[in-house]
């Protein structure tokens, strides 16, 4: 959603300003992408492990995953009030899921719920390998450059 409110919103950032519009451009369509793909392997697990293989497929998860955040940004530039945004948002987030993966509504908070579960361990992992890999890096290196000197 970023990507979309920096695109379509002027930009009042110093550091946008500063990127040249070329990489403005693949930032935006990273910003999309990504957390698209993540959403998408959230959405694919936590359906396999509440409505089962058969209703919770890839295309399915791509799909709400799509489905949901395109609709998301185009309710946040009408809507102006944050916390009727987000209860819309909440319900046809819900209802993607109740349509796609064929379930109850109430089925369809138990995949929300695991959902944001699911995504709360996944950004825990990818924290941990960066912050490793940032130390690792940043201590190794130094070592490196030294060796090749």
């Given amino acids: 959603m970023l990507n979309l409110f ?3 919103a002027p930009i009042t950032q110093r550091w946008w ?3 040249p519009e070329g990489l403005r451009f693949l930032f935006s369509i990273a910003a ?7 959403l998408t392997i959230v959405f694919y697990l936590a359906g396999l492990i509440i409505v089962g293989g058969r209703r919770a ?9 799509l489905l949901g955040t395109i609709i998301g940004v185009i309710m946040a ?3 102006p009030s944050y916390l009727l945004l987000l209860i819309i948002q909440i319900i046809v ?3 993607l899921i109740k349509h796609f993966y064929e379930t109850s509504w109430l089925g369809a908070l138990a995949v929300a719920i695991l959902s944001v579960i699911v995504f709360i361990v996944v950004l825990f992992i990818l924290a941990v390998v960066f912050a490793i890999s940032f130390v690792l890096f940043e201590k190794l290196f130094p070592l490196l450059l030294l060796s090749l000197l």
Avoid: Q
Avoid at 32 to 38: R, S, T
């Fill in 93 to 95: 987030w819900l209802g």
């Fill in 57 to 65: 497929r890839l295309s399915d998860a791509f799909l709400i995953a």
């Fill in 77 to 79: 530039l009408f809507i």
């Fill in 17 to 19: 300003d500063k990127i």
């Fill in 6 to 8: 920096l695109t379509l």
């Fill in 32 to 38: 999309f992408l990504l957390p698209l793909f993540v």
